[in-house]
């Protein structure tokens, strides 16, 4: 996918920083890597660490942070000095990659109900399903195998890709990217246990799925619909692959989930949390706007906002991470616990007092 | 999904409650809150702590437990006082959300073998598929992108929703519900090493997956097809989303699978068994009936019936939640050690014993 | 799905083995115990602790290791005598269930872009998608609802399942396994935070996928494509169902993914590599040649070549074994400390010393 040809100053004009080298230079792809980059290359610096990677740099154009020594630029090299390097370079890919998007309309192949809403400059490609009430905003792409289940609703600019699920009823904003194998809608995990057969009784979940705008979903990740009224992800959240938000759960704004992670139902997350790759949210509780969930956690109770939570159960961070820590040196925190037990045992005997001591601890009768 | 509307009276004679109040009332809606239910809406109390909010709700019908303060009811409203209002709850919304089934036949824009054999009244959607020498039960619903795949069998009044996929010889029972993306019969993850090259050899899963009746499975949940005999899920079992299932593994009657659990090849599981959130079981282990498998919880050993267990490596629940508990204070319980050190230390020297105290304990070089 | 009826002596050629007993004897299927075996099976014997039952089986011919008792074989029953009789039933089963394979060419029912390009003997089911410029090498069997996207590259002998997604430009290499519900290249979760707004500005993912020859990818596994350049897994690793590759890792061959684990961006894990079920590793770092990962760890730093690590954050496994297993013993452990306190103050109050002891310790502080 290479990106259109484009000068240095043109970049500069668009992505608003302080050039500094040759605004004619031309450049037509992104390196990766500041060190590997070659001529024609655009490069960025993000990290202290890679600083010194510029003096050697062949890319003929770095994105740096104010902070940079200019003065050891390679000559030939031109450097935009930004403040936010990586954002900036965000924002450029995006505008160099952006392909303009080819209007396909409707294929003969999909299938379209009579009934469903289709705005401007729709792309229903072969195999997409489109079903009854169901309405689609303007340029909405549906993919191969998407499926817009009956009184769906998908907002503008929005992209399903191929195997892309919305049951019934479910509602997705505008601008958001749904990733293959995402399920938005499905029934959430209610049953009434019924105490005298052990059967789980179904409790019709009648509510829906509620996606706000600009929300990414990742291949294969689960969105339950509500047993009643909804579930809800605010808008610019961003969700990996495989991750799994049960009914009634409301996620905020802006929030971060990663691959693997697990939200229970009926639980709230506030604005702008991260939760980390593998991590667990129980049911029914509250997480404060701008908490961070550390990989693998287990989160049983609420976390306020702002604080981080590492482990299972979930602690605050600094706890959290030192009793992880400690847990390495258990086994030898326990020889330590049983040479001081002998040596306490030995003070007692020198003063007479070594018949108290002959119960051992329930610890030393532990098999291990 | 509005329900039909339907008098108090009516309501008790279908849920066989005691009503209190006006059997003339007009119901049309379920609400989630008690204390947020209106005039014409269903509310239900299950918990002590919503006891008292019945006194404030607006509700026109509430289903109250037996010892329930019948006092506190304003006036206006009713009570239908039933033995467990959760479970009423859950059948009395079966009953009202049951839409009558439409009969829609199977469409000509789907792919039906000429030698499938399809029960009566069954629907086949656009862009589902059923391959050679499948068989439909009576009113069994396939999808779009539903894949039912050559020799597969699928029970009566079974609903295979968009994407689901059943992989050739696969059999599920009736009345089960498979959702979006679940994946049903393939292949076991069975290797054999070549110790000389490090190859992994297949080793072809010949066997099959059997799903029971009144099984329903969550959104893309793996269930694997046998090496040999069978995969076989008990009667009733609710699974829900991205679980997955090994070759071989017997899953009981009646077990509650949570999201993202994860139960290993060969593992047996006995019947009423919940393997809450995250859990994983190893392979070839024996889980008793009615255990509990704690969320995050890793399984290495047998599980014998009606326990509880919690952790990784998981031990029964008391001994479980306990040193899940005593984990987080592990610093300052090395804290503690350390300071006793120094005590004993002194009393060593004051009884002249201090040379033996001269090999500090391995923990202490432990670095952190 | 019996095999083909074969004489011992024809299955000694095939495998290689020293066959004891009559070349005459014909077996037609395979037995997954030998205990139960019946006359016309093939049995094995992998495992010492099924050494014995070789005395009562009635197979018809069993698959021995070398140091196996000849003289229980019991009479009737064949021997064939091998170096590593279940490395041989994976080749055996292999060559007995390798059924002809039917060509069924491009269903008029299946989407083949005309710039596609196919090989000889490529099937593609109904309601398949081969997209613009994409190539399909010979005999590929691309099943239902499988997504093939622009540009996507498929090597030789390859079967898509049904619901399969190769995003566009993926490339899968000969003889690979796609299962359904897996998805390759879908987008990475590369996202540049905007430090003022809270905004997740997405990074383009321009890179690719790759998956190299004989690698099998289980259901509704997620590999991401690059942000830049690729994402490659090695040739012959085997991926289980539910795992998730972040972008731009690289896993090298013969590696052994497990159900429900997942490798985070730009890690590297060597060849020969085996992470457990429900795994995780952090990004950006190397696992070496060789490594094992334990169930359920989660590996937050570099693992040597050979190394095998468990825990979270994982450890070297002796290490590692050690304190799950103390761990267990953490409740007494503390009791114990607590009890030694008492017992030094104690010694401390003979020795006239017993002011020093008036801080408890925060550990007892800390409620529980």
Known sequence: MAPPRITTGELAALLGGELVGDPAAVVDRFASSVAEAGPGAIAFINN???YKALRQTKATLVLVPRDIDRSSCPKGVSMLVLEDPYLALA???????????AVTGVSERAFVSPTAKLGKDVNVFPF?????????????????????????QVGADTILYAGAVLYAKTRVGARCIVHSGAVLGSDGFGFAPDKKTGEHVKIPQVGIAVIEDDVEVGASTTIDRAAFDETRIGRGTKIDNLVQIGHNARVGRG???VAQSGIAGTTRVGDFVTIAAQAGL????????GATIAAQ?????????????????????????RYLRVQRHLPELRSTVRRLEK?????????????????PGPERDAGE
């Open 297 to 321: 956690s287990g989160v049983t109770e609420d976390v306020g906002p702002g604080k981080q939570v590492v482990g299972t159960p979930a602690v605050e961070g600094k706890q959290g991470l």
């Open 343 to 359: 040596r306490i045992l030995e003070l007692e005997r020198r003063l007479g007092l070594a018949n108290q001591t002959s119960t």
């Open 255 to 257: 929030c971060f989930l």
């Open 282 to 289: 129980v049911g029914h509780i509250q997480i404060g706007n």
């Open 91 to 101: 924002r450029g890919m995006q505008m160099w990659f952006r392909s303009p998007r």
């Open 48 to 50: 202290r660490k890679y």
């Open 128 to 152: 997409a399903f489109v079903g009854d009430g169901a309405e689609l905003g303007d340029r909405v792409d549906v993919h191969p195998f998407s499926y817009v289940g009956p009184l769906a």
